[in-house]
Nanobody
Framework: VQLQAYGGGLVQAGGSLRLSCAAS????????IGWVRQAPGKEREFLAS????????FYADSVKGRFTISKDLTKNTVYLQMNSLKPEDTAVYYC???????????????WGQGTQVTVSS
């Protein structure tokens, strides 16, 4: 599975941004795709994941209510809608894939390259 993340950029606090993750390769295999971020000097943080075939989702408590993960199977793309952004959301955002929505939160098997999100105050 190959993953390509894009859509990052600079946004003001309180604003919104939508990230996209295009998947290719063995997308017919049942698995989950999610988002993980890493801020400078901090550990990677799981954000959200969604199953590829079903509609099960899993969110980190820190982003529940602000971030929404979704998918478009016709485009082989998973999205992360981020609202009410805060300066502390500034990080490199990665998409990742694994065997389940929980696996993605712990030990993803596949990684895409990151996309930078910067939230100004």
């Amino acid at each position: 599975v190959q993953l390509q993340a894009y859509g990052g950029g600079l946004v003001q606090a309180g604003g919104s941004l939508r990230l996209s993750c295009a998947a290719s390769g063995r997308t017919s295999v049942s698995y989950a795709i999610g988002w993980v971020r890493q801020a400078p000097g901090k550990e990677r943080e799981f954000l959200a994941s969604i199953t590829w075939r079903a509609d099960n989702t899993f969110y980190a408590d820190s982003v529940k209510g602000r971030f929404t993960i979704s998918k478009d199977l016709t485009k082989n793309t998973v999205y992360l809608q981020m609202n009410s952004l805060k300066p502390e959301d500034t990080a490199v955002y990665y998409c990742a894939a694994g065997a389940s929505i929980v696996t993605v939160s712990r030990t993803p098997r596949y990684w895409g390259q990151g996309t930078q999100v910067t939230v100004s105050s």
